[in-house]
């Protein structure tokens, strides 16, 4: 299994990050971690509809599994929490692990 690890900050509220994970194949996991807000997780398929998501309370890490059904391109979209207007410019950090040696993370920002 490949594994992808990248860093990024949100713009401010309403400015999701979005993140392509291209080619993806087969049982895909995707974590968000080192939160300094209340970040949440999606992942939309190659038809725009959401395929996984995690939105746990706090600080605590994000994670989701999914089977892609591909190869195709999913999206791993960082979002704050919509309850919440608290942003910071702390990093987060998004890791994609995937059986596919044809790994990479593309933003889309």
């Known amino acids: 299994m490949s594994s992808d690890r990248i860093q990024g900050i949100l713009a401010g509220p309403g400015q999701p990050d979005v993140w392509t994970i291209p080619n993806a194949v087969g049982d895909v996991i995707v974590r968000l971690t080192d939160l300094p807000a209340d970040y949440d997780l999606y992942i939309?398929?190659?038809d725009g509809k959401i395929a996984a998501l995690s939105a746990q309370e706090g600080t605590a890490d994000e994670e989701v599994r999914f089977?892609?059904?591909?190869p195709a391109d999913y999206l791993a979209v960082v979002n704050l929490d919509p309850s919440?207007?608290?942003?910071s410019t702390q990093p987060y950090t998004l890791d994609v692990?995937?059986?596919s040696q044809d790994a990479g993370l593309v933003a889309l920002r």
């Open 97 to 99: 692990a995937r059986p």
């Open 84 to 87: 919440r207007d608290t942003i």
């Open 67 to 70: 089977a892609a059904l591909g």
């Open 44 to 46: 939309c398929a190659p």
